[in-house]
């Protein structure tokens, strides 16, 4: 993507959309996506995750695999989002060789059988790992692919794509085509002469910062790195809600007054996740995680498309109950280094909380 002319963007975009097809237990268009881009000076922070169903029930427990586990996928409108304002090609050329490769087919990698086998679902469609070095092809993953590249996020939140997950979860037409990925102000903290950059709430971003600033406090030994890590965390599983304000966490007034206590943390299993980095000739820097969650997501397959939804609804675990309309806690974070203002280079990682 580079090489004909687009950007860091372009060439995101164009991974991600790939990756949909060549990992699919870990990513694809029925998950989520966040992503920090530097460019013109500055980091702006792209929120493509969306909420639980309007019509769930407050408080209910959450379920962790099948339809009432799934939240609206975002991915797709953050693609769109991506394209319109930053990228140079537009959306439709970044997925022609995911489109390809799907029709096409590819070789399957030895750790893609590997996190196959490992998942504890395999939805109708995506049947036991096929062995290593196998060439399968997803078709109907394909052209949804080109529907999206023919009409925008509009042919994926609307029209068959849409009725078909609706069909398969408890989301309504109505739950997708109202959603909207967003442009969001990251958040930051300064650390060994660095500037990190997270992303806020839905996202655990305040965590990576909260523990980088408490580590600053300290001898930076590996038993403080661990304590500070801890107690981000046991901040973040408190604090970290949809919409909420968590800059109060990294107040050095309130890092000063954290105590040392037990913490009980939640476990997560292995879970499904793909992170990707891009940086052009011009200084553009893109740092992007997209995720089905758990591998294979909720085990739910939209019926003709080829879309595998998410679990992202199990993460109001996390939270004490499932809130109608609203997004449950997330772990993917993307994050970015700057130095003096100027780019430092994009960073991630996959693996839930230890993200």
Do not use: K
């Not at 992007?288 to 997501?297: H, M």
């Not at 772990?331 to 700057?338: A, E, H, K, S, V």
Request: proline residues 8%.
């Amino acid at each position: 993507m580079l090489r004909s002319g687009g950007n860091a963007v372009d060439a995101a975009l164009a991974a991600a959309a790939v990756l949909c097809v060549s990992e699919p237990m870990a990513t694809g268009p029925g998950g989520d996506l966040f992503a920090l881009v530097f460019a013109g000076g500055r980091v702006e922070g792209i929120d493509a995750a969306g909420p639980a169903p309007r019509g769930a029930v407050d408080g209910e427990a959450p379920d962790r695999y099948g339809p009432r586990s799934v939240t609206v996928p975002g991915a797709v409108a953050g693609w769109a989002l991506l394209a319109q304002r930053y990228g140079r090609l537009g959306l439709e050329a970044c997925l022609q060789d995911a489109i390809a490769l799907a029709h096409e087919g590819f070789a399957v990698a030895p750790r893609c059988v590997a996190s196959w086998e490992g998942a504890p679902t395999h939805p109708d469609g995506y049947g036991p790992p096929p062995p290593v070095g196998s060439r399968i092809r997803l078709p109907e993953l394909g052209r949804t692919l080109a529907t999206i590249a023919r009409e925008g996020a509009s042919g994926f939140y609307g029209g068959s794509v849409a009725a078909a997950i609706c069909a398969a979860s408890w989301l309504t037409e109505d739950d997708l085509s109202d959603f909207r990925a967003q442009v969001t102000a990251p958040l930051a903290v300064d650390y060994g002469g660095h500037t990190v950059v997270e992303l806020p709430p839905p996202t655990q971003g305040i965590g990576a910062l909260e523990g980088l600033a408490l580590l600053e406090r300290t001898e930076g030994e590996l038993v403080d790195e661990i304590e500070c890590c801890r107690l981000a965390l046991e901040d973040a599983f408190r604090e970290v809600r949809d919409g909420a304000d968590v800059r109060g966490l990294i107040d050095p007034g309130a890092l000063d007054r954290r105590v040392l206590e037990p913490s009980q943390l939640v476990i997560e299993p292995a879970g499904g996740t793909i992170y990707l980095c891009a940086v052009d000739e011009d200084g553009m820097a893109v740092s992007l995680v997209q995720s089905l969650f758990e591998r294979f997501g909720s085990g739910v397959v939209a019926p003709g498309t080829g879309v595998i939804l998410q679990n992202r609804g199990f993460g109001f675990a996390v939270t004490g109950g499932v809130v109608p309309g609203r997004r449950p806690y997330h772990t993917i974070i993307p994050g970015m280094l700057l130095r003096d203002g100027e780019l430092g280079g994009p960073f991630g990682v996959m693996g839930g909380f230890i993200q």
